[in-house]
């Protein structure tokens, strides 16, 4: 969506073709709510970029929306033993602090005067910030969809798309499931989890995660409204879990897990959170929020991540596949830097120089093996997940395409 926005703002007749309807209430970029943080600890690259990001989601707030919808209520990362060098907390609070933020360092005792529902026998340690929060992804999304509509993109729904068209050599546009073509001068391939299957040579590099999200009815929505309790961490590179204070509309505390997830094929699974991952919430909450122990479990959800393997976004022109650009492999934090990804696309697609260019360039699965976006719990992988094969058959995300006009 911010691909499309961005090109037809520079002047290019731009079509967006989903196979859904929009908002797609199943859509990774959906949902009540996602994390908007700068906190990305050494990484001083993602670290701008998420500074960037911020000052586009107060901008957005001024002009875009008819309401604040990034709620700047700051962030808590805790940690269960003292924050030392290396560790994803530490650097994170020393890179902020050299910046000038003024992120604030916190002990037991500070954690359990300010922040009361956590248990300070295990979250021994942690910091502040201020300048982190939310935003209400859903609702983002319908704004930027009406956007969309008044700047002149021409919205198609429910319209899969089967394959990409080759004329002369290039990439001139896609074929529908319905056998309608849609011809232009480029196209973008901004599908996530579909993207394997319409691309297949990246089907060793991409791959589709299930990760599970929670949402929980407190007894006391008191003790989990801000400033009470914010955005949190809970060590989340040794845990993976996060989440997020009361939801101002659906009055539920949303917890969830950035880790290793389980393989998901994106067309065909039915997108159920295992059993094991609700015994591991229960435990989490059991240890860490006792005050949610008991809390009525409104619904569960399947976020469907789209990997790569150290956690860095794709964002490419095709190198042997003219007309083509790919902007995939959101790793399951890309949705914070919504307000400036579609201009990083439509610099890609126009060919444009920017520092990220290197970074998110085209490569394989063997170039880029480090493990990479520092808050991510690892653990231990399925052995499925590590087959160099994406099953399955061809389906469709969202794929604007592209004609200067």
Aim: with cysteine; glycine share 10%.
């Amino acid at each position: 969506m911010t691909a499309a926005l961005e090109l037809c703002a520079r002047s290019y007749r731009v079509a967006l073709v989903d196979q859904g309807s929009l908002p797609h209430d199943r859509g990774a970029s959906t949902d009540i709510s996602r994390v908007v943080r700068i906190d990305y600890g050494a990484d001083g690259e993602y670290t701008t970029l998420a500074e960037r990001s911020r000052s586009g989601w107060l901008r957005w707030n001024e002009e875009l929306f008819r309401e604040d919808l990034y709620h700047e209520v700051g962030m808590v990362f805790l940690v269960r033993s003292p924050m030392l060098p290396g560790s994803y907390e530490y650097e994170s609070y020393q890179s902020l602090l050299a910046c000038g933020y003024p992120v604030e360092r916190l002990d037991g005792v500070e954690i359990a005067r300010r922040f009361p529902a956590w248990n300070v026998e295990v979250f021994v340690e942690g910091y502040f910030n201020p300048n982190d929060g939310y935003v209400e992804s859903g609702r983002v999304m319908e704004q930027l969809l009406a956007q969309a509509r008044r700047q002149g993109v021409e919205i198609f729904e429910r319209t899969g798309v089967a394959e990409l068209l080759v004329i002369d050599g290039r990439i001139r546009g896609v074929r529908t499931i319905d056998g309608e073509r849609f011809v232009a001068g480029e196209v973008v391939i901004a599908a996530g989890a579909w993207t394997p299957l319409l691309v297949p040579e990246l089907q060793s590099m991409l791959r589709s995660t299930g990760q599970p999200v929670f949402y929980l009815q407190p007894s006391d929505p008191s003790v989990f409204t801000p400033p009470r309790f914010v955005v949190f961490s809970a060590d989340s590179s040794r845990t993976g879990w996060y989440g997020f204070p009361l939801h101002p509309r659906a009055r539920v505390v949303k917890i969830a897990n950035h880790g290793p997830g389980w393989p998901v094929h994106p067309a065909g699974d039915v997108r159920a959170v295992p059993l094991r991952e609700r015994e591991r919430l229960h435990a989490f909450l059991a240890e860490s929020l006792p005050a949610l122990v008991g809390a009525r479990l409104v619904k569960t959800r399947c976020c469907l991540y789209c990997d790569t393997p150290n956690g860095d976004f794709l964002i490419a022109r095709h190198p042997e596949r003219p007309g083509l650009t790919i902007a995939a492999g959101d790793s399951g934090h890309a949705f914070k830097f919504a307000p400036i990804l579609g201009g990083l696309i439509a610099d890609t697609l126009e060919d444009t120089p920017n520092p990220y260019r290197a970074r998110f360039g085209w490569r394989t699965a063997a170039s880029h093996m480090a493990a990479g976006e520092a808050s991510r719990y690892r653990g231990e992988r399925d052995s499925a997940e590590e087959r160099d094969e994406f099953p399955g058959s061809p389906a469709t995300g969202e794929h604007p395409t592209t004609e200067k006009g």
